[in-house]
């Protein structure tokens, strides 16, 4: 079976790029695919309407260490779906930026323990009210389907492949 592609006239190199064009749909039909082009466009409208620096997975830590202070970096990580190397360096670069302090545990210094700092907690706080309004831009399209079933299927689809990738 051959791919199918979008038939299109040659291009103005100066023009932005026209999404989907000359793109085979056996590319266009794969989950993965559309999760991507979801992700880049998330990261890009992030950047611009609740934080220039502060990446999502900073967001999420900031909010998880507001929500648990004092909780250990590795279950932390474990709270924010991520691994324990990446979250290390989110760790320090939010710990470089004054957003977090990082203390040894007394019962066992090698258990790194989080804290908001003052700056932390000013900047969540700033970030959450852009953030909330961003998810609220981009529900926007599911008006007549009730946004906790969007939810609901995004959240198991993300249950179900990090399964996948825990069996691999």
């Not at 026209?18 to 794969?30: E, F, I, L, N, S």
């Not at 989110?90 to 040894?104: C, F, K, M, Q, T």
């Amino acid at each position: 079976m051959a791919d199918e592609t979008t038939s299109i006239a040659p291009r103005d190199p100066a023009a932005p790029p026209t999404p989907g064009a000359a793109t085979p749909h056996a590319v266009t039909a794969a989950p993965g695919y559309q999760v991507r082009r979801l992700y880049q466009a998330y990261l890009s409208v992030w950047m611009r309407a609740v934080d220039p620096t502060l990446t999502g997975p900073q967001f999420a830590v900031l909010t998880a260490v507001d929500t648990t202070p004092g909780r250990d970096q590795r279950s932390m990580a474990s709270a924010v779906s991520l691994d324990t190397s990446t979250m290390a360096d989110v760790a320090r670069r939010l710990e470089g930026r004054g957003l977090i302090v990082r203390r040894a545990d007394a019962t066992d210094g090698r258990r790194k323990l989080l804290f908001l700092t003052e700056e932390g907690e000013r900047t969540l706080g700033e970030a959450r009210e852009r953030s909330r309004r961003l998810d609220e831009r981009l529900l926007a399209p599911f008006e007549g389907a009730q946004p906790p079933d969007v939810m609901e299927l995004l959240t198991s689809l993300a249950d179900y492949w990090e399964s996948l990738a825990e069996d691999s």
